[in-house]
């Protein structure tokens, strides 16, 4: 019988190569629902073309307009609002959800998933770091799993199967090292918004794409590794990588490693989300070992990304700290695209809103909604005062 999707955040990038893998693999796989944030013409055309029972939009001015529009063609159920997204996940029947919204929207689909035990193949990043304790928890209570659609994650997922946690002594995220490898941060300082967009491997978005640079993208990958694979983080490592083929490894207690290979493409990590615990036959993604050339793996220095530090420390400290620090760097990150804060000075501000944030628990969703909150008030208001000083002086 083929599995039934509920695809959210299905206008974006992830969201439409999903949909690619389930197109080049229609009999396994049935959209039953589909949801956007704000991209309501987008999401109409994805709804009658994969003849969605229900959809679900974010954005409440569009309201009318979508259910006109929807009525056109057969009609399936809607939700819209604020709420939509959750009440969606809530309300209607699916097998796996399949959550690829971008930003902290992304938590209560993930949870409310779990709750009802139904697995969730997961790329929004903000659901674990934000309020990972809370949503492994549900995972556990509901005996549902989350499946990573991250490249590295679903790369260290794949080379724990059939191990024991206590046979893992390392695992090792692999990073390309971003557009700006083995410069100094003299050079990078200079740095503007269209040279940190370049990014030499994977297209992606302009907010993650300066996360890669920063290496920020890493360290949130790194928080996620530890809530998924409950390895604590002093046994977590980054290594460089620049040819994007070894997607990451785990080192064992007697010596031996394992790693998962193959060209760099998405469709391969989302392939496997979606068809666990099966593997299945597909030509999507082919590999010729004999054509990858050399691989080479280098240290990476973590003096010389300091947003990669920050977030090896939010996760040691615990609690809302890891929410703190990925919405100050959502907040950093939009100053530095729109030019009113350097490259350096993501890590400054960073840095700044870690060291003044309180250590706090995390009870629930709502503390890490909060902590998010808060951190992006401290952060706007931190570099609305360092715009009238250099950012430096505001800062350090
Ligand atoms: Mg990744």
């Known amino acids: ?103 902290s929207a992304g938590l209560e689909p993930t949870a409310v998933a779990l709750r009802r035990g139904i697995n969730v193949a997961l790329a929004n990043k903000e659901t674990l770091v934000a309020a990972g304790p809370v949503i492994t928890r549900l995972a556990a209570e509901g005996g549902a799993r989350i499946l990573p659609i991250d490249s590295e994650h679903s790369a260290i997922f ?16 692999t990073t390309s090292g971003g557009p700006f490898w083995g410069k100094s941060a003299a050079e990078l300082e200079g740095i503007t918004v269209e040279e940190a967009l370049a990014h030499p491997t994977w297209k992606m978005g302009p907010k993650i794409t300066v996360d890669s640079a920063t290496l920020f993208n890493k360290g949130l990958e790194v928080i996620e590794a530890e809530r998924l694979f409950g390895i604590p983080p002093d046994r977590i490592e980054v290594v460089a990588h620049r040819q994007s083929v070894i997607h990451s490894l785990v080192e064992f207690t007697d010596g031996s ?40 793996l280098e240290p990476v220095s973590r003096d010389e990304y300091p947003c990669l530090t920050l977030c090896y420390e939010a996760l040691r400290r615990g609690g809302t700290a890891p929410a703190a620090l990925s919405a100050a760097d959502e907040v950093a990150v939009g100053a530095f695209l729109k030019r009113q804060i350097g490259f350096n000075d993501i890590a400054r501000v960073l840095n700044e809103i870690l060291k003044a944030w309180p250590d706090e628990p995390l009870a629930s969703l709502a503390d890490a909604r909060e902590a998010d909150r808060r951190a992006r008030a401290m952060t706007l208001k931190l570099i609305t005062q360092g715009k009238n000083n250099s950012m430096r002086d505001a800062c350090c």
């Not at 509920?6 to 992830?14: A, H, P, V």
């Not at 794949?158 to 995220?173: A, I, K, P, T």
């Open 158 to 173: 794949q080379c724990l199967m059939g191990e024991r946690q206590e046979s893992v002594r390392r695992l090792w995220l």
């Open 1 to 103: 019988m083929a599995k039934r999707l509920l695809i959210q955040g299905c206008t974006g990038s992830i969201g439409r190569s999903v949909l690619s893998v389930i197109g080049a693999h229609r009999d396994r796989f049935r959209v039953t629902g589909l949801a956007a944030r704000s991209s309501a013409e987008a999401l109409l055309a994805l709804a009658r073309e994969w003849s969605a029972e229900s959809i679900a939009l974010e954005d409440e001015t569009r309201a009318d307009f979508l259910r006109a529009e929807a009525a056109r063609f057969g009609g399936p159920r809607i939700f819209v609002g604020r709420d939509a997204l959750r009440t969606q996940c809530e309300d209607t029947d699916y097998d796996l959800l399949v959550n690829a919204v971008t930003g």
């Open 257 to 296: 490693l394992k790693a998962q290979l193959s060209v760099p493409d998405m469709r391969l990590p989302i392939l496997f989300a979606l068809t666990y615990p099966e593997r299945i036959e597909s030509d999507l993604v082919r590999t010729d070992v004999s054509r990858l050339g050399a691989l080479t």
